[in-house]
């Protein structure tokens, strides 16, 4: 359980600092693109499809970007 806490806790960070990234040069995240970098820095993701899309888009939303959900 504090491996897969820590793991979620990781990816949440990763989106954090993903989206902080885009927002420096671009108005929206792509969904796609972002979910295929989180899982290649993380490598097993522990959420996955439409629940990362929703946390990915939420991240983006919350630092004034728009979510492109292309994925």
Sequence with gaps: M???NQTYRRLKMLTEQ???VRRM???VVSVGQ???AIAAVLGE???KGKA???MIAASAVAH???AVFDG
């Design 2 to 4: 504090v491996a897969d």
């Design 34 to 36: 972002a979910g295929k």
């Design 52 to 54: 990362l899309d929703d």
């Design 25 to 27: 040069r671009h108005d």
């Design 64 to 66: 004034g970007l728009g």
């Design 18 to 20: 993903y989206v902080e």
């Design 45 to 47: 993701c522990p959420v």
